[in-house]
């Protein structure tokens, strides 16, 4: 099975004018700095594994607890390819880290025959794209659903980000790996943390979360063997 993370949008997606006056990662002197949760550096590993960021502790929280500190923005929907059973995604675009806006997108650990029978009884679907499309669950599964555990997050914001950005943030990364199509992405296991750096001058990149104690199975060991650039925009969380 392979592992779409439709929040990945580093193609194709237009800098926003506003990003070169207010460009991420170098903002703050001066400013009112705003809540702690809400910046796209603070992520706090907890000792148990699990990792706490945007409000939310990854592993342990659940969709509910998702819609409690999100809002009502909160999109959930059944993501998938046509050869594929799924994941359960959820989607705030825009959301708010701290003072630049960006796409939040938070994928789940549901069961496999959990998501098949939910996409049977799907009440309708929306082509997405790439061959995606998105699942819309019916009212009893969407209830189930809300018990789902959060296994991993990425933020897309809306300007670029370049590795002096990330380093300048989150400090010299454990590695790098180089991708076909010229972005890289840079490791940091102990924090949960992968960010990806696009090739292209106009392209933004993403920040990948997931619990510190998931990071080998969920971001590096579907990087291990990447060939294609799917592989820099689409990790298994």
């Known amino acids: 099975m392979k592992h779409p993370f439709v929040l990945a949008l580093m ?62 923005h909160l999109e959930m929907a059944l993501v998938a390819r046509r050869d594929e059973v799924g994941r359960l995604e959820a989607l705030v675009d825009p959301f708010p880290a701290g003072f630049v806006n960006g796409r939040l997108v938070l994928a789940f650990d549901v069961p496999a025959q959990t998501l098949a029978r939910w996409r049977d009884r799907a009440t309708g679907s929306d082509a997405m794209e790439g061959s995606v499309r998105r699942f819309s669950l019916h009212a009893d599964d969407r209830a189930e659903a809300r018990s789902a555990r959060i296994a991993g997050l990425s933020f897309v914001p809306s300007v670029k980000l370049t590795e002096a950005d ?38 933004r990149g993403v920040l990948q979360y997931v619990p510190p104690r998931d990071f080998e199975a969920r971001l590096r060991a579907p990087l291990g063997g990447a060939s294609q650039p799917g592989h820099v925009t689409r990790p298994a969380i």
């Open 11 to 72: 193609a194709g997606l237009a800098v926003l004018v506003v990003a070169f006056a207010l460009p991420l990662l170098h903002m703050g002197r001066g400013d009112a700095a705003p809540p702690a949760r809400h910046l796209p550096w603070q992520a706090e590993p907890r000792a148990d594994g699990g990792l706490q960021v945007f409000g939310l502790t990854l592993g342990r929280d659940t969709l509910a607890d998702a819609q409690a500190t999100l809002g009502d």
């Open 166 to 203: 990330i380093e300048q943030r989150f400090g010299r990364p454990s590695e790098r790996r180089e991708m076909a199509d010229g972005a890289r992405v840079l490791l940091y296991p102990e924090r949960g943390i992968a960010a990806a750096v696009a090739a292209s001058g106009t392209s």
